[in-house]
C-alpha cells in the first residue's frame, strides 16, 4: 500500500459573490500564496481573486482531481451554497493556512 499525502481542492473569490475560481494542490499555502501575490499571470490576477473561502483535503490525487472538475461542472449557485455552508461570512481563510 502507498503512503498518503495531503492533495486539496480550494476555492478562491475576489469579494463575496464575487469571480469565483476552483483549483488543485499538493501544497496548498504555496499555491494559495501564488495567486493572493499574482505570481503568475492569469484569469485570478486578472479579476482579482484572492480571497482562499473554501477548502477540501484528500489523500489521493485522484480524489482530488475528481472533485475539482466536478465542482467546475457545478452550476454558479451550488458552488456559492458549497461556500456559505462551511464559511457563511465568506471569510478569507488564509491566515488559517498561512499561520495555523
Do not use: C
Request: charged content about 30%; aromatic content about 16%; glycine content about 4%.
Amino acid at each position: 500500500m502507498g503512503t498518503f499525502d495531503n492533495y486539496f481542492v480550494y476555492i478562491l473569490a475576489s469579494r463575496k459573490y464575487g469571480a469565483i475560481y476552483i483549483g488543485v494542490t499538493r501544497d496548498l499555502v504555496r499555491r494559495v500564496y501564488t495567486h493572493r501575490e499574482k505570481i503568475v499571470p492569469g484569469f485570478t490576477g486578472k479579476y482579482n481573486i484572492r480571497q482562499l473561502v473554501h477548502f477540501e483535503q484528500y489523500a489521493a490525487p485522484q480524489d482530488a482531481i475528481a472533485r475539482e472538475k466536478q465542482l467546475k461542472k457545478w452550476h454558479r449557485a451550488w458552488k456559492i451554497e458549497l461556500i456559505e455552508q462551511s464559511n457563511p461570512e465568506w471569510r478569507d481563510l488564509w491566515e488559517d493556512i498561512a499561520h495555523p
